[in-house]
């Protein structure tokens, strides 16, 4: 049997076992695994589990993700969140998706301090999912929300996938980080965009809330200090250079915690209590990472990457053609794979036939992070989708994936929109003279 | 049939990206390989640390995972103690005598530690150079600033009273941009390949407190004993043709990272002699902990000494070769810049 | 009470046991970072080998904590296919799908005892701190264990299921 034939069957049998009720983070680990030793030999595969799951679990670039968790938690449990939400409400809740719609603003500005996708639907779903339930939102749409707005932490800066592309391109980090500004911001307006339509289409997924008047309003800011103090220490520290992102989530955790305790709404036992909730969600977004990482190992050595570089590198057909073809399956890639998994895997053998075809590199830089933030939603590997069922259990993960339908649609919307106006992309980063 | 032995697959891991100068060597490296076998031996080649990043390297080519790595043995501290007293400042004076003294050393005293693998060749990176946002023009400059420096380096830092940071690679461009860390310890070529030259603006040379990282090209032994002999002798010739186009790239990749540097308006600054003895204070600090270190782990005070005294004639007699095939360097004394 | 069932109770008293490791672990990973920070900036006294505490925190943590997830049910999985098939379908399945699960987490310890074995023989230790790795992967295989066994417990039961069906 030839590798690739192998990778398709492991991507079968991965289908297979997700549709048994096999947990996600566990499959992929094990059927990783098989493929592994079927292709390496057992002594390797068996190496490679281990040392996957070692690394992964102790990688301290990882560690921003347990400790925005943790902020999220810390925000909840002190009634951050809460107040933020009651005050949204006072003032937006009587438009229609009022509440969805801050959210995705929200969501935007969180990505400037999260570098992860993950982190940032996890801090974000742990704050707005309770709050949207409690003012009768729909399920399906404040979950689809939370984990396609969550994608916005890689594209607006700072981005762990681009400084990931940025090192194996060797390409301006800076350049790419500026890149990403105005397709970022494009982005948050189309999402804002899709809530409003949404809720348009049904008026029952979010329901208008009563008018309020002027002097409510303004009392109502009261809701909001504490949240703009823990943006401002996060957002500030990060800027004036006190920290960096990976610990930005840590001195955010603390900042919360403080509040709360000033606050007299942690007790020692909230404290312990939303403390170990945070490390079960952690828990689980690190071991479907881990298992993301071992699955990804098997594709590597299945061929199945360079096969497709080949058979593209040598298509004859015109340089965009190649290009739409290529993101086709990055597009499909993305739904087997975690997005960094597949970059670290596909750029080093793409890149070359992107540089010799001509295109911008900075440009396809952006995308391929709007690519990823697709795969970290689209189904059966979705990896937000998997980090909000972790926050919202009750909503079935099917509902999820409904609901990032028409993000996904915005999405491929704005994608088409830089392939033809590449400026979108490059504008910015021609503005900078290095 | 009978002629045509069997095809031997070859898994080769490399945890640079492509367009780096050390993954190029390594692709006309597995091409001659290819292409010298006449097609027995077949690469799958993994860059940018697709299989195996660089910590992993060593142990998957251990177990298997790949059957020949590129990386450094300082992401294993502490497994290859010896071999470490290659990346103590004993002011290697440029890449090129870095490259050639890591093999030297290696065949001379035989480390018990690589028992189990066959290093093909060993290579290392140019000296490392203070990449600063605030000028260093004396040691004391250094007091107050965080200069990124994981592991051995580190240590040299701390001793120099700079504040040592093991922020990660990846992390490194944007904590320099933001200020998290004042500078960092790393190559000319950095500047360039890593864009620091974007963010940081003073290069300082201190010549002291040069160190290289020992870097491998490693094969377990045992998948290496069971090639054929045919097989073993094309990798053992072109083993030893790129251990020398190996240390020539490192050498020759700090040129566009110094231009490169130039272009961005990085100031070039040179020490002193009186400030040079500064720095070659902390550097003595460094070694003495590492022999101290090495005591404690049971090897003898004379031994080790040994490895020393070897590594600082060595070191000036490979100056001197390289003077002789006029190879030049961003560093070093004037006859071979 | 039969013995399944205090096998059971045991098994989940422990791993509820273990996460309390995993809390403080977690705990210690905000705290560090936020002392570091504040060493570094402040007083230009960074904590020594704080990335390396942070490293083998975050192992703990997360380990300590996936029994404890498996059990209460936290990892993610797919629903809506099983819930369409008969019972005893999905007891059959269920049969595999725990078979499968216990048989990964026996290899999981298997290992990382056999990983944590080697870091020790190697004498690796943490970059800056260089404190020795090896605990740590032992650490976190022992932490798998009730994993293991809650596994175990869920197989013996879906074919206690599959049987009466
Ligand atoms: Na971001
Ligand atoms: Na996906």
């Not at chain 2, 010298?36 to 060593?58: E, N």
């Not at chain 3, 048989?103 to 870091?119: K, T, Y």
Request: net charge neutral; glycine share 8%.
């Amino acid at each position: 049997m030839s590798p690739e034939i192998v990778g398709i069957i492991g991507i079968v049998l991965l289908l297979s076992l997700f549709f048994l009720r096999m947990p996600v983070a566990f499959t992929m680990a094990l059927v990783g695994f098989i493929g592994f030793a079927y292709l390496n030999g057992i002594q390797s595969a068996m190496a490679i589990l281990a040392q996957d799951i070692y690394e992964t679990l102790s990688s301290y670039p990882l560690s921003v993700i347990p400790m925005f968790i943790l902020m999220g938690s810390f925000a909840f449990a002190s009634g951050i969140s809460e107040r933020l939400y009651q005050t949204c409400y006072t003032w937006f809740g009587h438009i229609r998706g009022g509440l969805t719609v801050a959210t995705v603003v929200a969501c935007s500005g969180f990505s400037a301090i999260s570098g992860s996708t993950a982190a940032t639907a996890a801090t974000m779903g742990k704050i707005a999912l309770p709050e949207m339930k409690k003012y009768g939102y729909d399920d399906k749409l404040a979950t689809g929300t939370v984990a396609s707005a969550g994608t916005l932490g890689i594209l607006i800066p700072p981005s762990t996938v681009l400084i990931v592309y940025g090192i194996l391109t060797e390409e301006s980090i800076g350049k790419l980080f500026v890149a990403g500004i105005l397709p970022g911001l494009l982005l948050t307006l189309f999402f804002v965009i899709t809530v409003i339509l949404i809720c348009w289409k049904n008026p029952q997924f979010g329901p208008p809330g009563p008018k309020t008047g002027f002097m409510e309003k303004i009392i109502s800011l009261s809701g909001i200090i504490e949240a703009i103090i823990l943006f401002i220490l996060t957002i500030g520290g990060l800027f004036l250079g006190w920290f960096s992102p990976t610990q930005a989530g840590a001195i955010g955790a603390a900042g919360a915690l403080m509040i709360g305790i000033v606050r007299r709404k942690l007790t020692f036992k909230k404290l312990f209590d939303s403390t170990r909730d945070g490390l079960r969600t952690a828990c689980m977004v690190m071991f479907i990472i881990t298992g993301a990482t071992v699955f990804g190992h098997f594709l590597a050595i299945s061929n199945i990457p360079f096969a497709l570089a080949e058979w593209v590198g040598n298509l004859p057909i015109p340089p965009m053609a190649v290009m739409m073809v290529m993101i086709g399956i990055y597009f499909i890639g993305g739904f087997f794979m975690d997005s960094m998994a597949l970059i670290v895997v596909t750029i080093p053998i793409f890149f070359p036939v992107v540089v010799k075809l001509g295109f911008d590199p900075i440009w396809f830089g952006v995308i391929i992070v709007l690519i990823s933030e697709m795969g970290v939603i689209t189904p059966p590997v979705g990896v937000n989708v998997f980090v909000i069922k972790g926050i919202a259990p009750d909503v079935p993960l099917e509902k999820i994936f409904r609901g990032i339908f028409p993000f996904l649609g915005a999405l491929i919307f704005l994608l088409i929109l830089i392939v033809l106006f590449p400026k979108i992309a490059t504008l910015l980063p021609g503005l900078i003279t290095y | 049939g009978g002629a045509q032995a069997k095809t031997i697959e070859l898994k080769i891991s490399n945890y640079f990206p492509p367009p780096s100068g050390q993954s190029k060597i390594m692709v006309q490296f597995i091409q001659e390989l290819e292409a010298r076998t006449g097609g027995q031996v077949k690469v799958k080649y993994f860059d940018g640390g697709s299989l195996l990043k660089a910590p992993a390297t060593i142990k998957g080519v251990e177990t298997g995972i790949a059957d020949i790595g590129l990386s450094h043995i300082e992401y294993t501290a502490g497994r290859f103690p010896v071999m470490e007293a290659c990346e103590l400042p004993l002011g290697f004076a440029t890449g090129w005598v870095a490259n050639q003294i890591m093999n030297d050393f290696f065949n001379k005293f035989k480390p018990k530690e690589f028992d189990k693998f066959k290093i093909l060749w060993w290579h290392a990176n140019s000296p490392s150079v203070l990449i600063t946002t605030k000028p260093v023009r004396n040691i004391e400059d250094l007091k107050g600033m965080i200069i990124r420096a994981p592991g051995v380096m580190g240590d040299i830092i701390q001793a120099t009273g700079a504040t040592a940071a093991p922020t990660p690679v990846s992390e490194t461009y944007d904590a320099i941009s933001k200020g998290v860390v004042n500078g960092v310890f790393t190559p000319f070529e950095t500047l360039r390949t890593f864009k620091f030259a974007e963010v940081a603006k003073f290069v300082t040379v201190a010549s002291p407190i040069n160190t290289s990282y020992p870097f491998f090209i490693a094969m377990a032994k045992e998948k290496y004993d069971s090639l054929p002999a045919d097989v073993k002798n094309i990798l053992d010739t072109l083993s030893g043709q790129y251990r020398e186009r190996m240390a020539l790239m490192w050498n020759a990749i700090e040129f566009p990272g110094k231009n490169f540097g130039k272009e961005m308006g990085v100031e070039y600054i040179e020490l002193s002699s009186e400030e040079e003895a500064k720095f070659q204070t902390a550097a003595d600090k460094v070694v003495e902990d590492y022999v101290k270190k090495m005591i404690g782990n049971g090897f003898p005070e004379d031994e080790i000494r040994g490895w020393l005294k070897y590594l600082k004639e060595r070191s000036a007699e490979l100056l001197e070769l390289q003077k002789f095939y006029q190879v030049k360097s961003t560093v070093g004394p004037s006859e071979v810049r | 009470m039969t013995f399944l069932d205090k096998f059971e109770k045991f098994n989940r008293k422990i791993s509820m046991s273990m996460e309390w490791v995993g809390v403080a672990a977690l705990f210690l990973m905000m705290i560090i970072t936020t002392v570091d920070v504040i060493g570094a900036k402040v007083f230009l006294k960074p904590v020594f080998g704080a990335l390396d505490i942070m490293a083998i925190a975050q192992l703990l943590a997360m380990s300590f904590a996936v029994s404890a997830t498996l059990i209460l049910g936290r990892h993610v999985q797919v629903e809506f296919f099983v819930m369409l098939l008969p019972d005893k379908a999905v007891a059959i399945i269920d049969c595999i799908v725990n078979a499968l699960g216990f048989l990964l987490f026996v290899l999981i310890i298997w290992r990382l005892f056999a990983f944590g074995h080697d870091l020790n023989i190697d004498g690796e230790v943490s970059s800056t701190a260089r404190i020795p790795l090896y605990p740590f992967a032992y650490g976190a295989a022992v932490a798998c264990i009730p994993a293991c066994l809650s596994y175990l417990y869920m197989f013996i039961d879906s074919i206690k299921k599959v049987i009466k069906k």
